[in-house]
C-alpha cells in the first residue's frame, strides 16, 4: 500500500501546473531625459540663445513649430552645452516617452469605444511597430553616441538607425496607402477626447524629425 501511496504522489505532483505566472507586460524602452530646470528657473541666457538657434535652424519657415521646439526643449536647455545633437536627442526622447503614451491610448479606446474599427486596429499595429523597443533602443543609442562624437567623427551607420526610426514613426502618422500604412490617424478625431497624446504628437514628430535632418556628420 505504501508503494502505492508514493505512486500516486509522484503521479499527482507531475500533473500539477506550475502556478500562474501573471502575464507579462510588454516591454518598453527605457528612456531618461536629463534634469529639466525647475518650475520659476530659467536656464542662462546662452543656453535659452542656443536652443532658439538649433530650433530656428530646423525649422526656419515654421514659427509655430519653432516656438514648440523652443518651448519643449528649453527647460533642458543647460544641458546641451552647444552640442546640437544632444538636442536633437532629448527631443527624440521626448518623442519616444509621446509615441508610449499615445500607443497606450489607442489601444484603451480599442477596447472599448473603438472596438471593431478597423483603422485603429491598422493605427495600433503601425504604431507597435514604430515604438518596437529594440527600434528605438537601437535609435536613441545611436543619437547618444552621435551627440558624444565630435563634429567629422560620427558615424555614419549611426545616423542611418536615427533616420530610419523616424521615418517608421513619420510613415505611421502621416498615414495612408501611399506611406505604405494601414493607419489614418486623421481619422481618429472621433476619439480625440480619449486620446491627449495626439494633440502634441505631431509637433513633437516635426521638432525630432526636422532636428534630426540637421545632424552632420
Do not use: W
Given at each position: 500500500m505504501a508503494t502505492v501511496l508514493v505512486v500516486l504522489m509522484v503521479v499527482s505532483t507531475g500533473g500539477l501546473s506550475p502556478p500562474c505566472a501573471a502575464a507579462a507586460k510588454e516591454e518598453k524602452p527605457v528612456v531618461v531625459l536629463p534634469p529639466a530646470a525647475a518650475p520659476g528657473e530659467a536656464p542662462s541666457a546662452e543656453a535659452a540663445a542656443f536652443v532658439r538657434s538649433c530650433c530656428e535652424t530646423a525649422l526656419p519657415a515654421e514659427r509655430d513649430a519653432s516656438s514648440f521646439c523652443y518651448d519643449e526643449l528649453l527647460?533642458?536647455?543647460?544641458?546641451?552645452?552647444?552640442?546640437?545633437?544632444?538636442?536633437?536627442?532629448?527631443?527624440?526622447?521626448?518623442?519616444?516617452?509621446?509615441?508610449?503614451?499615445?500607443?497606450?491610448?489607442?489601444?484603451?479606446?480599442?477596447?472599448?469605444?473603438?472596438?471593431?474599427?478597423?483603422?485603429?486596429?491598422?493605427?495600433?499595429?503601425?504604431?507597435?511597430?514604430?515604438?518596437?523597443?529594440?527600434?528605438?533602443?537601437?535609435a536613441l543609442d545611436s543619437l547618444g553616441r552621435l551627440a558624444a562624437a565630435g563634429d567629422g567623427k560620427r558615424s555614419k551607420e549611426d545616423l542611418e538607425n536615427v533616420q530610419n526610426w523616424i521615418k517608421g514613426v513619420d510613415k505611421h502618422y502621416v498615414g495612408g496607402n501611399a506611406a505604405g500604412s494601414d493607419c489614418e490617424t486623421g481619422y481618429l478625431y472621433t476619439y480625440n477626447d480619449d486620446l491627449p497624446a495626439q494633440e502634441t504628437l505631431g509637433n513633437c514628430l516635426y521638432t525630432a524629425s526636422s532636428l534630426i535632418n540637421h545632424i552632420k556628420l
Open positions: 527647460p533642458y536647455a543647460d544641458s546641451f552645452g552647444g552640442n546640437q545633437v544632444k538636442v536633437t536627442e532629448v527631443a527624440a526622447t521626448i518623442l519616444s516617452n509621446n509615441l508610449s503614451a499615445y500607443l497606450d491610448e489607442l489601444r484603451k479606446v480599442q477596447d472599448g469605444a473603438g472596438k471593431g474599427d478597423q483603422n485603429l486596429m491598422g493605427c495600433v499595429d503601425g504604431f507597435t511597430d514604430a515604438t518596437n523597443v529594440n527600434i528605438t533602443k537601437e
